[in-house]
């Protein structure tokens, strides 16, 4: 028996969970955050005896007689003033750390009542985040120490217009532990999923027996790829990705599902998988994409291993070698990466009305449903799926995790279920970052002007398609870089291996591609004798030039703009490095691609239903200031979730787009609004739908125009890396063109959450397999934490005039794009090194 206090109240239990399970499972303390349970993260950060300590890492047994507090337990007042403190200096993005970050900074500040911003660093060191590159959450500890210290209210602008760093809608609800994730739903008589995995990665499975675990008393259904009423393979683009791997046929990498449990109790549900009987063979895996592309490989899908070519030819790239002055070529490598969004994946499914309802968190409800319908063979009507809070993402969430899995499970059982992934089982299952080789040789004039840009790129997309097509094509059309360049040779291999899958990932290959150029191009400047700056600045594109591709570039293309921005500071320093970048706003080269929203009059308010998910990019907010910019009436503004049924099909979360393409058509409807409103009230449009939709309109890579335009629009950054003399990164100045800043508090937090992010690709990070078996943890990935966060100055370049979603352009990809060639050029300014792949050898942070 165990006794302690637990928020003030005395606790007596015999349970021998583990302290997380107990708060989280049976005292339904939600604040308490599952985001590894290996000790890593800190989202499931508590105060044990005034201590922060992670729940995860402690028993019942280990808290006997001591004092436990969670969110829920400080108090209102006090916690109000870390939320506002939160959400003043925008420190709240997808939300899902920050409880813990909040009880980590109490436990600062209740010792320490005027804490130094290092200490502040210091205090957050084992708390985790992915968004916001932790500069704001400093700040946030910062102003909370203040506002204790002066007993003052933190004030906020009510400004809610185009231009003003207007607070998150969802900032006080996620800071103080009140949103709902979806592994924060419990339901009554709720079963527990889990899905058998073999962790081998390429098999014939031979047999599968489920009889040992349907005996087990609380076990409800065990189901199968027989048991799959639809169509057994989906996937994104492709349907090559089984639901779950029958007898007979082969798994293709460690996650892949062979069959699922629904019983009463997780335990109940491990126990099931254990009784699972699985006979099979082990075959050697494929696991190089060379070797995947020999004639005599092993074809892991019927129709080979080479899933996708593409090429991009302009000009006359050969005679251009023969007239440089000056060519460069290297083969550069970058690897796999995991999103490490905090939230593992989770899915609450349940039957409402007759119609199976899909609680997710994933970056496109309408995905999910279509491909919900897809295996369940039911009709569109009969499913429905709506957002939970998210998260994070960064392309990870885009294909379907678990989701048909619980909702295969109800629909047999016709009761509630819950999947939530292991960290374990998340780093196997999802879709990763790209690793690529690339050969890249770049030429010039005597004058350092670029003269042509081959390239020659080998994608490994793993087992399944998922992205890869598309993020092999952006890997290639933005290998040349945002330059003044004629002729271009851009050829690229996608290919199927037995490594986990590939897909979407923040920057969609072009991180990967632009490493390479940017080095090329220093490596030129060095030759011709100019400086890495001026070699910049005289290719750069500006309005009136065209792009490698043939784009024209229009009156808001700021890319010098952002290398002016940075002059100063690049020629003051001795240790600096510098890279530049664009990146699409919206899908393009051809394809279908709309944003969508109506706004309904109720009770006086405007709500704004749109699909777009909510990421943690501050979508929500960014859409209730279009809304009221155009707007010439003050009126409440709020917004609805993301729901399949409810809410039109604004398209993924993906391709920098949301902000433009459903911005736009949110003042599509905003205007439609507002015109009624000038000649009736409020109360005379209640119940009234005003629907916008914007159709971005391109031209495929295969178009035989001289000039395409293959994207929308195109943001461009120029981003510095400044070393001290101990080698270590000092400062990033990251300078960006992002059309107009409909929120620029929001913007400077993409800004720094992407620059982070890329620290640690260049750095520290990697995901490391071994013959297709995984041998990184969550805390053996490299990811960046506090006490590493180099100062940050983010630099907002506004040029754009366009009405289009009040010039609104992307920023959630390209702010992390530039940064990892930066570095590299950094540290070939300090040492001369050249350094040719991902993360960089040879640093304080790598040795």
């Known amino acids: 028996m165990s006794e302690f206090i637990l928020n003030g109240k005395k606790i007596k239990d015999e349970d021998g969970l583990n302290l997380l399970e107990y708060l989280r499972d049976k005292m339904k303390l939600t604040s308490v955050k599952n985001g590894c349970n290996e000790g890593v993260c800190g989202t499931c950060t508590i105060l044990v005896d005034s201590k922060p300590k992670r729940a995860c890492t402690l028993t019942l047994e280990k808290v006997n007689g001591k004092s436990i507090v969670t969110l829920e337990g400080v108090d209102k007042a006090e916690k109000q003033v870390y939320a506002d403190a939160f959400a003043k200096v925008g420190a709240v993005q997808c939300g899902f750390c920050i409880p813990g970050m909040i009880i980590s900074a109490k436990g600062l500040i209740d010792n320490n009542p005027n804490p130094t911003r290092e200490e502040a660093k210091k205090a957050i060191r084992l708390n985790l985040c992915r968004c916001t590159g932790y500069v704001k959450i400093i700040d946030a500890i910062m102003l909370a120490a203040e506002a204790f210290n002066e007993d003052e209210k933190i004030e906020f602008d009510d400004s809610r217009n185009v231009g003003a760093s207007m607070v998150r809608v969802d900032a006080n609800a996620k800071a103080k532990g009140e949103a709902i994730y979806a592994d924060d739903v419990y339901l009554e008589d709720m079963l527990y999923g889990a899905v058998y995995r073999l962790d081998v990665p390429r098999a014939k499975i031979l047999s599968i027996n489920t009889s040992l675990a349907k005996s087990i008393d609380g076990v409800e259904v065990v189901l199968t790829s027989e048991d799959v009423p639809g169509e057994n393979y989906q996937g994104y683009i492709f349907k090559d990705w089984p639901t779950m791997v029958p007898a007979g046929e082969e798994t293709r990498y460690i996650g892949d599902a062979i069959a699922i449990v629904a019983a009463k109790t997780k335990k109940l549900a491990k126990e099931a998988l254990s009784k699972i009987e699985v006979k099979y063979e082990e075959l050697e895996p494929v696991t190089s994409p060379k070797d995947a592309l020999e004639v005599d490989a092993d074809k892991i899908h019927e129709d080979g291993n080479l899933l996708s070519r593409t090429h991009v030819q302009k000009g006359d790239v050969e005679e251009a070698i023969k007239n440089s002055k000056h060519v460069v070529e290297h083969t550069f490598s970058t690897p796999a990466t995991d999103h490490a969004f905090l939230e593992p994946e989770s899915t609450v499914s349940f039957y409402e009305d007759g119609v199976l309802v899909v609680y997710s968190g994933s970056q496109s409800v309408h995905h999910d449903h279509h491909e ?49 992934l292991s960290r374990e089982d998340s780093l196997k299952v999802h879709p990763k970052r790209h690793a690529m080789d690339i050969k890249m040789t770049v030429g010039c004039d005597k004058d350092g002007y670029l003269t042509f840009v081959k390239a020659n790129i080998i994608a490994d997309t793993g087992a399944y398609a998922s992205l890869g097509t598309a993020v092999l094509e952006r890997a290639c059309t933005h290998a040349a870089g945002p330059y003044k360049i004629k002729n271009i040779d851009l050829e690229g291999l996608c290919v199927y291996t037995n490594n986990p899958p590939a897909g979407a990932f923040r920057g969609f290959g072009v991180p990967q591609s632009n490493f390479p150029r940017e080095t090329c191009i220093d490596l030129l400047a060095d030759k011709v004798g100019i400086d890495r700056w001026t070699m910049r600045y005289q290719n750069a594109v500006e309005p009136g030039a065209y792009l490698p591709t043939g784009q024209l570039c229009e009156d808001d293309v700021a890319l010098k703009e952002t290398l002016m921005a940075v002059k100063d500071e690049f020629f003051k320093n001795d240790f600096v490095g510098i890279a530049c970048a664009h990146k699409n706003t919206g899908i393009g080269v051809g394809l279908v691609d ?21 990421i943690g990019q501050g979508l929500s907010t960014a859409m209730i200031q279009i809304v009221s910019e155009t707007l010439e009436t003050e009126l409440p503004i709020k917004m609805s979730a993301s729901d399949s049924i409810y809410t039109p099909d604004a398209g993924a979360t993906t391709a920098s787009r949301q902000t433009m393409f459903t911005g736009e058509a949110t003042r599509q409807a905003a205007l439609k609004l507002n015109e009624e409103l000038r000649n009736k009230t409020i109360d005379e449009l209640n119940g009234h739908e005003f629907v916008g939709e914007y159709f971005g309109v391109t031209d495929s890579l295969k178009s035989d125009k001289e000039h395409p335009r293959n994207h929308v629009a195109y943001s461009f950054a120029t981003q510095l890396v400044v070393l001290n003399e101990d080698k270590k990164i000092e400062k990033v100045v990251a300078a960006h063109d992002i059309g107009r800043a409909i929120n620029p508090i929001n913007i400077e937090g993409q800004i720094e959450g992407g620059v982070v992010m890329s620290l640690g690709y260049a750095l520290t990070e990697n995901f490391v397999l071994d013959k297709g078996k995984l041998k990184s943890k969550f805390g053996t990935l490299g990811l960046f934490r506090s006490i590493n966060v180099p100062n940050i100055d983010p630099i907002i370049i506004e040029k754009n005039q366009s009405k289009l979603a009040y010039g609104a352009k992307g920023i959630g990809e390209i702010s992390s794009i530039p940064t990892a060639a930066a570095i590299a050029s950094a540290y070939r300014k300090f040492d001369g090194l050249l350094r040719l792949s991902l993360p960089l050898e040879d640093t304080p942070y790598k040795k």
């Open 372 to 420: 919900l319908v897809r295996v369940l063979g039911l009709s569109h009507e009969e499913i429905r799926v709506e957002s939970k809070e998210i998260g994070g993402g960064f392309g990870g969430k885009e294909d379907l995790s678990i989701q048909h899995h619980a909702a295969l499970l109800t629909y047999y059982t016709k009761k509630p279920v819950k999947i939530t």
């Open 594 to 614: 709309v944003g969508r929203c109506k706004l309904i009059v109720e009770d006086g308010s405007v709500v704004v239903y749109t699909s777009a998910a909510r």
